[in-house]
């Protein structure tokens, strides 16, 4: 096991030179990828974005005095560059050793709907000396995200509760909750809401890539980052340097069928929980085989489906139980302990709030950083972008019949017990209107390093698998036996070897590799 696991979500073209010009390409429709023909008038419109010159300056008092801030502005819609322009909140950490620099390398922590500022902090605290050497760290919120005109729906909390579990009296109240969160966020962010995509803000990217001088930029995308990620390489493959897609998805299914994805996994690792926590019945006492474990831990959501139990006061049915075990499944050691304790708490003994607490949560996948929270984020913007990207990158993903999501939710309880209704009911995409483009296909032959652990139930190892084959170009780093949603850096040497070697000298591997979990101490890489 990894001693360290990370935690856990326009073809637009600029030339940099010396003097950064533009060479914009059709903004829409099917012919809008990078050979679509070039608009003068479109690069003329958009020339005083690139000539933006960032007001670079300490983060906040707290952080670093090498940790920068700026603010740039962006078209809200690049098809009408004259129009109304939004805030893209931009970082950077810039390397100390200017004479080993090859260029910028951008950040995408997952998401969507989490903020990405504070991510070069996280970096510099954990990837390799050598590899900070090499780039600048530029971190930035997507457009709508954090501190980059945030969007909000108004959102009440329990609105904000969105993977809800199907049952049959309760399917007419979240038909309606779905309908009236997509009615509240056309009200409050209407205007808004058709331009934060996907494309969007990989047209961002590409954007501040001109507004820096750089003539390609390199990538380190984690969970949603690894669709961002590629679809910037779609869009922009002249622009493409070394790009890494940690945890990945698969493009073919985003948005509605990666989340059913998520059942997908968490019955794989299910099973191999139960297995786990069998071969360690006398430490845990959950069970001596698998089928016993499986019994232990159904009997306790079916105790709690009947009369929540209760810890400090907080109740828990079943389908928290369920809920939080599709987290708590990524690594065995985890899902047993906190399993043991909510078996003394059904059986009314003393338990660990703390441990309880645990799962569910919500982290990103890639290394975290920390900024102040003096800009006013609305309390609901994580959760009104998820939706804006969800449903807007793709709106024919998503069925416009109710009745489909509650026959789906049936079925896919019965295929997967433990989260096939969670991910398959209702979502407010069945209700948002049509997005504005076509969904970006993802399919090139340009160079990228996919990275991914076997035992990740928030994108499946198949997740991965099918980037891969969506990147034809690409490389792919399986760590067999890895937990978590996150891999890069860790202590494993075989993966970090094969990274830094990536980042530092552009050697992608000559085959897909095959890594083992193990606690092998890092080391700086050589040439």
Not at 27 to 32: Q, T, V
Not at 79 to 90: C, F, K, L, S, T
Not at 359 to 370: H, K, T
Not at 483 to 506: F, I, K, Q, R, W
Request: some cysteine.
């Amino acid at each position: 096991m990894q001693r360290r696991r990370l935690r856990l979500l326009l073809a637009v073209g600029v030339t940099a030179t010396a003097a950064p010009a533009l060479a914009w390409t059709a903004i829409a429709g099917p012919g809008s990828g990078p050979s679509a023909t070039p608009s003068s008038a479109a690069g003329k419109a958009l020339d005083p974005y690139v000539k933006q010159k960032p007001k670079w300056k300490r983060c906040d008092a707290g952080s670093p005095a090498t940790f920068q801030c700026a603010t740039i502005k962006v078209p809200l819609d690049y098809r009408d560059p004259g129009g109304e322009r939004i805030d893209v909140a931009i970082s950077r950490i810039r390397t100390a050793v200017p004479d080993k620099r090859r260029g910028v390398l951008l950040s995408n922590p997952g998401g969507p709907g989490q903020a990405g500022l504070a991510m070069p902090t996280g970096l510099h605290r954990n990837l390799p000396k050598s590899v900070q050497e090499k780039y600048d760290l530029i971190g930035f919120d997507p457009r709508g995200v954090g501190k980059s005109s945030p969007v909000s729906c108004g959102l009440t909390k329990e609105e904000q509760n969105w993977l809800r579990p199907y049952k049959e009296e309760t399917f007419a109240k979240d038909v309606a909750w779905a309908r009236d969160v997509a009615k509240k966020c056309k009200e409050k962010a209407g205007d808004k809401l058709p331009h934060i995509t996907t494309r969007n803000t990989a047209r961002d990217m590409d954007l501040l890539r001109a507004i820096l001088g750089e003539k390609k930029i390199s990538f380190l995308g984690y969970s949603y980052g690894t669709n961002l990620g590629p679809v910037y390489s779609e869009l922009f493959p002249a622009r493409v340097d070394r790009f890494v897609l940690d945890s990945a998805v698969d493009p073919g299914r985003a948005w509605r069928g990666m989340i059913q994805s998520w059942a997908e996994g968490s019955d794989a690792a299910f099973d191999r929980w139960t297995k786990w926590a069998a071969e360690r019945s006398e430490e845990y006492g959950l069970g001596d085989t698998p089928k016993k474990v499986g019994r232990t831990f159904w009997g306790l959501v079916a105790q709690a489906g009947k009369k929540p139990i209760e810890v400090d006061g907080k109740p828990r049915t079943g389908d928290d139980i369920r809920s939080g075990m599709h987290e708590a499944t990524f690594t065995p050691e985890e899902a047993s302990a906190w399993v043991v304790e909510l078996k003394k708490a059904a059986e009314g003994k003393p338990a660990s709030a703390k441990k309880l607490a645990a799962f569910p949560r919500s982290e990103g996948a890639g290394p975290a950083g920390a900024t102040d929270d003096a800009a006013k984020v609305p309390s609901d913007n994580p959760t009104a972008s998820l939706w804006t990207v969800f449903c807007g990158d793709n709106s024919a993903a998503w069925s416009r019949d109710p009745e489909s999501y509650r026959q789906d939710a049936i079925e896919n309880k019965r295929r997967y017990p433990l989260y096939g209704d969670f991910a398959s009911s209702i979502k407010p995409c069945a209700f948002w209107d049509e997005s504005k483009e076509p969904v970006t296909e993802v399919n090139n032959e340009i160079g990228s390093l996919v990275v991914q652990n076997e035992w990740d139930g928030q994108t499946p190892l198949h997740s991965a698998q099918g980037l891969h084959r969506h990147l034809k170009g690409s490389r792919m780093v399986t760590v067999l036996g890895g937990e978590g949603h996150g891999v890069y850096p860790n202590d494993n040497a075989c993966t970090e070897s094969t990274v830094n070697d990536y980042l530092l000298y552009g050697k992608l591997p000559a085959k897909d590799v095959i890594c083992k979990a193990t606690a092998e101490p890092r080391a700086e890489p050589g040439k």
